[in-house]
């Protein structure tokens, strides 16, 4: 896989983000997504239009940088939210948080 490796552990399956650029989450992608980059940089995340995910994810910093290079988190789709706003920004070490597609497809919560 171009961004990094699947691994599954008691059936959740987890995403380890390693390259550089932007991490892009499938409608149909893994549950949990650590993003460890070889070489730390800020990371953009972007999720899929929520009108057509069905699963939650998360997105982890496992590389424990975030402060230093914060992940920020949009999503695809028009004038579509992350917790009531434009994105959601990862600015401390080791943070993490868990989305969900809105039921009416207007954003992640």
Do not use: C, F
């Amino acid at each position: 896989m171009a961004q990094g490796s699947d691994v599954e552990s008691e059936g959740i399956i987890q995403r380890y983000h390693t390259a550089a650029g932007t991490v892009t989450v499938g409608v149909e992608d893994v549950d949990i997504i650590v993003i460890r980059k070889d070489v730390g940089e800020p990371t953009p995340v972007e999720l899929p239009d929520p009108y057509d995910a069905t699963r939650k994810v998360k997105i982890v910093d496992g590389k424990y940088d975030a402060l230093t290079n914060p992940i920020t988190i949009t999503s695809l789709g028009t004038a579509k939210t992350i917790m009531g706003g434009a994105d959601y920004v990862i600015d401390s070490n080791g943070g993490s948080i868990e989305l969900t597609p809105l039921a009416d497809g207007t954003g992640w919560i």
